[in-house]
């Protein structure tokens, strides 16, 4: 029969500690509700976006442009669109294509090539953009592993875009993250309690709208009752020059 040994002091010592042990660090609640009107208000954003990108047209100063001539190769050419917004086609006055997308641009080519042509098609094809389209991203900074730009996506939380980041560091404060949403002309500046939600909290999470900029603070700032002044010390600790075009919306 195997006889049971006695334990040993470091053991009894390690199973003492275990028993003391403090709570998990983190109890989220089992659901936290998202709010429907930021979903609204990201989406308007993106469509805000999208309306102002086909307003401006494909075609800026500088772009390259190819135009091919399937059945008069003779003609065909890449063109470097002029500061006054214009081309200048084979057989053609200069043409103004600022404002048109390459639709467009194509249907008016065919229409001024039906005098000049027997077969006046053409295909029109943007090779280089002097001045690409902005794609949509959000920008996390401060105590993260990986502070930089990430890719947008419809549905984006402020978690999400913190565990893109790489999640807090040791010394971020996920209870004054300060987000910057661009509305208009002008910046929202909100502070967000997210600890709360990881300590089991349910106020609602927002969504964010596209261009929004996270900033997770360290704890070594001083707490203050004053949220504005505390949005402003965020924000200068981090380097962000946004000027005097920002509103700070207090909780």
């Known amino acids: 029969m195997r006889r049971l040994l006695p334990c040993s002091p470091i053991l009894a010592h390690a199973l003492a500690l275990a028993a003391c042990a403090g709570p998990v660090r983190y109890a989220p609640a089992p659901q936290v509700a998202l709010t429907a009107p930021s979903l609204d208000l990201a989406r308007a954003a993106s469509r805000m976006v999208e309306a102002r990108l086909d307003q401006d047209g494909d075609f800026h100063a500088g772009d390259l442009v190819r135009l091919t001539f399937p059945y008069t190769p003779a003609l065909n050419t890449d063109q470097r669109v002029a500061l006054s917004g214009a081309i200048s086609p084979p057989l053609l006055d200069p ?10 641009l194509q249907t008016r080519l065919r229409s001024a090539y039906a005098a000049k042509l027997a077969r006046p098609e053409v ?4 090779l280089e953009y002097n001045r690409p389209p902005p794609p949509q991203e959000i920008f996390v900074l401060g105590e993260v592993a990986k502070p930089g730009n990430f890719p947008y996506r419809d549905g984006t939380t402020p978690f999400e875009g913190i565990a893109r980041a790489g999640g807090g560091n040791r ?8 987000a910057l949403t661009p509305i208009g002309d002008r910046l929202e500046a ?10 089991g909290a349910t106020t609602p999470v927002d969504f964010l709208p596209p261009y929004t900029v996270l900033i997770v603070p360290p704890t070594a700032i001083a707490r203050d009752v004053d949220r504005a002044r505390q949005i402003r010390q ?5 380097g962000v020059n946004i000027g005097s075009a920002i509103q700070i919306v207090q909780p």
């Not at 043409?95 to 467009?104: D, E, F, K, S, V």
């Not at 909100?190 to 300590?199: E, G, K, N, P, Y």
Request: net charge neutral; aromatic share 2%.
């Open 190 to 199: 909100r502070m967000l309690d997210l600890s709360a939600t990881l300590h």
């Open 95 to 104: 043409l103004p294509i600022r404002g048109l997308t390459t639709a467009m």
């Open 234 to 238: 965020i924000i200068g600790f981090n």
């Open 123 to 126: 295909s029109v094809a943007l």
């Open 171 to 178: 010394d971020a404060d996920l209870s004054r993250v300060v």
